[in-house]
């Protein structure tokens, strides 16, 4: 087992008792990831070759230089007797949707490529802040606008560690991706309508929803301001929560966050779920979606090996004394994707509006006859199919003679999810939840290119995981085995507001209950192809 | 299954984005707005009572969890010029654009 294999909590253990470096630390994960990552996303960057189709590809930019000089202060610190904070030596990667004061900040698009943020995110800020080490930028699906990594305009894209002839889910696929193959313990992603947990999901990796407003979107390239969650990937439940205890809380830049403080949520973590009560929806069981031909609605029960797996991990929680309830009625789910494809669109086009070619970011080299043109010919060279899908889509569905229509229509369907989660988990109703188990996504991973271009069904991989996004509530996926394929499962917890402490311990019981499974020893290929 | 955004409607559409389509762009964006328009048709057949209120962010902000507003003040940032190098063209601390088209309204 190399250091970068390790989980975040063992290696800070280390790291204080003066068994390793944080030098050493960073040095292992640089050295992954000069092993499996394979050439970085780059604009114009081709067709994959066959070597490219055997690598992972998470990054966009690498920081080595920066992260080999934050270890050192680290270990200076360490040496000098300093408390080098909880964090300390921990590398992670950044989705490129961050600003990070110094580095490329594109979001994986030409409109962005050439930007250099002169200010820092504060959930990056936060964790540089506890001692952790930008090992660099990974790549997503262009402005965060897909479910597989396809879209990003900086190729070779990111491929699943698992299989790389398979996606790894998105758009924080490069953050799920990295950590998956070991490059980084942690990653910082972001959760629209499923971002951070469906490429967890895919990757086999534990991906954290924050409740909306718990961690701050300062230096967030905004896409659904409404929707959008940064939050933490990681290896294991326990990292996971080491993460969101750094990042999360107030920001007085971020007049979303909620003032409240930040729970500990390493104290409970271990406690079990004795009396614990957790509930199952049919209307988790079963995906709704239009048929590609026809566009009549159809009703499909989930692959039997990942219902199975939900089954079976709501069977460990009540073996551990969890009270399980079944068919809680979660009867408006089905119409999260509908509400999503016009709350989304619309909040996405105002927010892509800023890109103009004037103030910074990518401007046409071509002649143009006044502003007008130099913003159609900036705006159509720099943005990508799947941006421009989604502003034309937000102009029709809010222009006036069609938002009451659409537009507010979706907002009141919104409330009707919301009302689905406040009676799951009203303490005084009928189920008194304090977690519905679901599977996290309909399928397991996806081969390359077998979505990619039909944008309706690329959307309902979201399915299980957008109505959490209405509705602002936690949600946590964690891995729970392997499909047919080899291929990884995973299941979601969704919780009421701010009860992430709550589902992070059903989470880690989880996990712990089932640590000795054989599908847990099992590497993703990339690594079990290494030498040695 | 008929089209509900026809080519004037997206023309129009395209102007309005700020955009400039070449023809095989317009007909794939075309098409996928129409099956998502399909899949959005889905919510028209929802019953919902008349005071149904939106729901514009998930969680409720009571005023014990909002953040106090900030105090109204000039915060002057350090580098400026950092700023103003990032624009593709500026002049003399200013940002340079082509000719600012103008109408006259009636």
């Not at chain 1, 960073?26 to 070597?51: A, M, N, W, Y």
């Not at chain 1, 230089?65 to 040496?79: F, G, H, M, P, T």
């Amino acid at each position: 087992m190399e250091l970068c294999d390790l989980p975040a909590y063992e290696l800070s253990l280390l790291l204080r008792q003066k068994q390793v470096s944080a030098l050493e630390i960073t040095q292992s994960c640089l050295q992954r990831i000069e092993k499996v990552d394979g050439r970085p996303g780059q604009l114009d960057g081709g067709q994959p070759t066959p070597e490219d189709e055997e690598k992972v590809h998470a990054f966009i930019t690498l920081t080595k230089k920066r992260a080999l000089a934050q270890a050192n202060a680290i270990d200076r610190k360490l040496a000098a007797g300093e408390d080098p904070g909880p964090l300390a030596g921990i590398p992670f990667t950044v989705k490129d949707i961050f600003c990070v004061r110094g580095t490329p900040s594109t979001a994986a698009s030409r409109i962005l490529a050439n930007f250099v943020a002169p200010y820092t995110a504060t959930p990056v800020e936060r964790m540089e802040a506890a001692g952790a080490v930008l090992l660099g930028k990974v790549n997503l699906d262009e402005f965060t606008y897909g479910s597989s990594n396809e879209s990003s305009a900086f190729q070779p894209a990111p491929r699943n560690p698992w299989n790389p002839a398979y996606v790894p889910g998105g758009s924080s696929g490069g953050s799920a991706a990295s950590v998956a193959a070991g490059e980084a313990p942690l990653s910082l992603g972001t959760d629209t309508a499923g971002s951070i947990r469906q490429p967890a999901a895919f990757c086999g990796v534990v991906g954290v929803k924050p409740t909306y407003g718990r961690v701050s979107r300062y230096g967030l390239i905004a896409f659904g301001s409404s929707l959008d969650c940064p939050g933490p990937l990681a290896r294991n439940v326990v990292d996971a929560a080491l993460m969101l205890q750094a990042i999360a809380g107030p920001d007085a830049r971020d007049s979303t966050t909620a003032n409240l403080p930040v729970p500990d949520y390493l104290a409970a973590l271990e406690e079990g779920v004795r009396g614990l009560r957790i509930g199952l929806s049919p209307d988790y069981f079963q995906i709704t979606f239009p048929d590609a031909h026809s566009g009549e609605y159809r009703q499909q029960e989930l692959p039997a090996e990942i219902e199975a797996r939900v089954r079976y991990a709501a069977g460990v929680l009540a073996s551990m004394g969890a009270e399980i309830i079944e068919d809680v009625p979660m009867p408006n789910t089905r119409y999260g994707i509908p509400a999503y494809f016009v709350i989304s669109r619309v909040e996405a086009a105002s927010n892509l509006h800023r890109y103009d070619g004037v103030k910074y970011g990518y401007r046409t080299p071509q002649p143009v006859s006044d502003l007008r043109d130099l913003y159609r010919k900036t705006r159509n060279e720099g943005f990508g199919l799947q941006p421009k899908l989604r502003i034309l889509m937000g102009m029709y569905v809010s222009a006036a003679q069609y938002s009451a229509q659409y537009y507010r229509r979706a907002l009141r369907v919104r409330t009707l999810i919301r009302r689905d989660f406040e009676q799951a988990f009203d303490p005084e109703g009928k189920y008194r939840l304090h977690a519905l188990l679901t599977p996290t996504t309909p399928t397991t991973a996806f081969e390359i290119g077998a979505v990619y271009g039909d944008s309706v069904l690329m959307q309902y991989a979201d399915q299980l995981t957008v109505p959490a996004n209405h509705a602002g509530v936690p949600g946590v996926s964690l891995p729970f085995g392997l499909d047919e394929h080899g291929l990884p499962i995973g299941v979601q917890l969704l919780g009421a507001d701010f009860s992430e402490p709550v589902l992070l311990r059903i989470a880690r019981a989880l996990e712990l209950a089932t640590d000795s499974e054989p599908w847990r020893k099992l590497k993703p290929q990339v690594l079990r192809n290494l030498a040695g | 299954m008929t089209d509900r955004i026809d080519p004037q409607t997206f023309a129009h559409l395209v102007d309005l984005a700020a955009l400039e389509l070449d023809e095989q762009q317009a007909e794939y964006l075309r098409r996928e707005l129409n099956a998502q328009l399909s899949a959005i048709h889905e919510l028209e057949a929802i019953p919902l009572e008349d005071d149904l209120p939106i729901t514009s962010h998930g969680v409720p902000y009571p005023p014990q969890i909002s953040q106090p507003p900030r105090a109204d003040e000039w915060q002057p940032y350090p580098d400026p010029q950092e700023i103003i190098a990032q624009a593709p063209e500026s002049e003399a601390g200013y940002v340079v654009v082509p000719d600012i088209p103008h109408t006259t309204l009636e």
